[in-house]
């Protein structure tokens, strides 16, 4: 038998269908058998590996265990979601962002601008490929015909391929998933509009920042990336391709997890079920919870969403007129608290999450924050909730209250380290404390 310190620990597999071998249902089953009294399930983030996972897994619940009695860890299994949440490299604006941010770069400073190199251009192309494999064939062809040419005909032919490479125009996506689909759709609805959205694409981003995210980045209020052409417009197409899609597997194994996994359990007598997701993985474990399904003696307890990277409006049942939450029937299901942490400290939910949501560059001075229309949840912590279903948590105090969602800002402990960067700062001693928290409530 496997094990994470001193609890028992086993392995969900699933890959990018969210399919699991039926064996390990049964295996899950078997360990909750013996008197475990605590299922708890984690969820790793987008381009994590498994040994990325199983070092985040074994942290975080060492952490945790420090505050929770002996004979309780004892008695609660862990398992660790793995899903082919597959790397690549990280977007070319995303790593100016973060030298600028370090201070390695000036903001604005004049600098020589050009197209991508023919060597990075043909791995952007591998890696893509290495991705997907041949459900990539048709994107490759068309991102190469606009690298070699942008006029209205390649980046038409550029759009309507990647709209059916993501498949996210029939039915069955999630609200989220519909408006992603609907942006690529729209701008390649004729030709012209589609060259347009790639030309747009050409250049680097601009953010003016003149709120807190600039503040919390130790950015200037103006800054750009230096690669610009259309190399560089079918590179950041195919970085925005990999996201909705990412973004998309990421709630279909939580839907997995939910159907194939929890309502299959059935366990003999009582055991709280606690949901832990970090980054995509967020995503993964709210779409489970989101699942009505008859779960049995496998009650929902809780729900920690460590730096989400999905909309801030994702709980939301209405965050404007006819829009819903993705995931809008979580709230007031746990028996115990939701807990999640947010900070603007986190680069990747705070900026380049807000920047791979949105197919134009039409950067708004309040890029990524509350009131940015895609900005994440790891940001800002959820919105349009009602006020009598959230409670601001202390910094410093963790005390989270059952039946509410519990925000923490976490500009303290979620930060930049020299080994580490902010987003990824999820498995601390502080974030530990948090967890045993939730599970103590």
Same mark, same amino acid.
């Given at each position: 038998?496997?094990?994470?310190? !001193?609890?028992?620990?086993?392995?969900?597999?699933?890959?990018?269908?969210?399919?699991?071998?039926?064996?390990?249902?049964?295996?899950?089953?078997?360990?909750?058998?013996?008197?475990?009294?605590?299922?708890?399930?984690?969820?790793?983030?987008?381009?994590?590996?498994?040994?990325?996972?199983?070092?985040? %897994?074994?942290?975080?619940?060492?952490?945790?265990?420090?505050?929770?009695?002996?004979?309780?860890?004892?008695?609660?299994?862990?398992?660790?979601?793995?899903?082919?949440?597959?790397? %690549?490299?990280?977007?070319?604006?995303?790593?100016?962002?973060?030298?600028?941010?370090?201070?390695?770069?000036?903001?604005?400073?004049?600098?020589?601008?050009?197209?991508?190199?023919?060597?990075?251009?043909?791995?952007?192309?591998?890696?893509?490929?290495?991705?997907?494999?041949?459900?990539?064939?048709?994107?490759?062809?068309?991102?190469?015909?606009?690298?070699?040419?942008?006029?209205?005909?390649?980046?038409?032919?550029?759009?309507?391929?990647?709209?059916?490479?993501?498949?996210?125009?029939?039915?069955?996506?999630?609200?989220?998933?519909?408006?992603?689909?609907?942006?690529?759709?729209?701008?390649?609805?004729?030709?012209?509009?589609?060259?347009?959205?790639?030309?747009?694409?050409?250049?680097?981003?601009?953010?003016?920042?003149?709120?807190?995210?600039?503040?919390?980045?130790?950015?200037?209020?103006?800054?750009?990336?230096?690669?610009?052409? !259309?190399?560089?417009?079918?590179?950041?197409?195919?970085?925005?391709?990999?996201? %909705?899609? +990412?973004?998309?597997?990421?709630?279909?194994?939580?839907?997995?997890?939910?159907?194939?996994?929890?309502?299959?359990?059935? !366990?003999?007598?009582?055991?709280?079920?606690?949901?832990?997701?970090?980054?995509?993985?967020?995503? #993964?474990?709210?779409?489970?919870?989101?699942?009505?399904?008859?779960?049995?003696?496998?009650?929902?307890?809780?729900?920690?969403?460590?730096?989400?990277?999905?909309? /801030?409006?994702?709980?939301?049942?209405?965050?404007? !007129?006819?829009?819903?939450?993705?995931?809008?029937?979580?709230?007031?299901?746990?028996?115990?608290?939701?807990?999640?942490?947010?900070? /603007?400290?986190?680069?990747?939910?705070?900026?380049?999450?807000?920047?791979?949501?949105?197919?134009?560059?039409?950067?708004?001075?309040?890029?990524?924050?509350?009131?940015?229309?895609?900005?994440? +949840?790891?940001?800002?912590?959820?919105?349009?909730?009602?006020?009598?279903?959230?409670?601001?948590?202390?910094?410093?105090?963790?005390?989270?209250?059952?039946?509410?969602?519990?925000?923490?800002?976490?500009?303290?402990?979620?930060?930049?380290?020299?080994?580490?960067?902010?987003?990824?700062?999820?498995?601390?001693?502080?974030?530990?404390?948090? #967890?045993?928290?939730?599970?103590?409530?």
């Amino acid at each position: 038998m496997l094990t994470l310190g !001193p609890s028992p620990f086993i392995w969900l597999d699933f890959d990018k269908n969210g399919v699991i071998e039926p064996g390990v249902v049964s295996d899950l089953k078997t360990l909750l058998s013996s008197d475990m009294t605590d299922l708890v399930i984690m969820s790793h983030g987008w381009k994590n590996t498994k040994d990325d996972a199983q070092a985040l %897994y074994g942290a975080l619940w060492e952490h945790a265990c420090q505050h929770l009695e002996a004979q309780r860890t004892k008695k609660t299994v862990v398992a660790g979601i793995s899903w082919p949440a597959k790397a %690549y490299r990280t977007d070319f604006d995303a790593e100016t962002l973060v030298a600028s941010s370090s201070g390695t770069q000036a903001a604005g400073a004049a600098a020589e601008v050009s197209d991508l190199d023919e060597a990075k251009w043909n791995d952007i192309l591998a890696e893509f490929r290495a991705a997907f494999g041949p459900d990539s064939d048709g994107v490759v062809a068309a991102a190469e015909d606009v690298a070699s040419g942008l006029s209205s005909t390649t980046a038409f032919n550029l759009l309507k391929e990647g709209s059916s490479f993501l498949q996210l125009d029939g039915t069955g996506a999630d609200p989220e998933l519909a408006i992603d689909g609907e942006g690529i759709a729209q701008a390649g609805s004729e030709p012209s509009t589609a060259q347009d959205a790639i030309a747009g694409l050409a250049s680097p981003p601009v953010l003016n920042l003149t709120n807190d995210v600039a503040s919390a980045q130790s950015l200037a209020t103006t800054l750009s990336g230096l690669i610009n052409g !259309p190399r560089a417009a079918a590179a950041r197409f195919l970085n925005q391709l990999t996201y %909705y899609t +990412m973004k998309k597997r990421a709630g279909v194994v939580g839907v997995a997890l939910a159907q194939s996994v929890l309502a299959k359990i059935k !366990p003999a007598s009582h055991v709280n079920l606690h949901l832990v997701g970090h980054s995509f993985g967020a995503r #993964l474990v709210t779409a489970a919870a989101n699942e009505n399904l008859d779960l049995g003696k496998l009650s929902l307890f809780s729900l920690t969403l460590l730096q989400g990277a999905y909309s /801030h409006n994702g709980l939301a049942g209405e965050f404007a !007129p006819g829009l819903v939450g993705a995931f809008p029937h979580v709230v007031g299901k746990t028996r115990g608290p939701i807990a999640i942490t947010h900070t /603007h400290n986190d680069l990747a939910c705070t900026l380049a999450y807000a920047l791979a949501s949105r197919l134009s560059r039409d950067m708004t001075q309040g890029i990524g924050d509350k009131d940015d229309k895609f900005g994440a +949840m790891g940001a800002n912590g959820p919105q349009h909730l009602g006020t009598d279903q959230v409670i601001t948590g202390s910094t410093t105090e963790f005390k989270p209250v059952r039946g509410k969602v519990n925000t923490f800002l976490a500009d303290g402990y979620v930060v930049k380290t020299a080994d580490v960067d902010a987003h990824n700062n999820v498995a601390n001693p502080t974030v530990g404390r948090l #967890l045993s928290a939730v599970l103590n409530a």
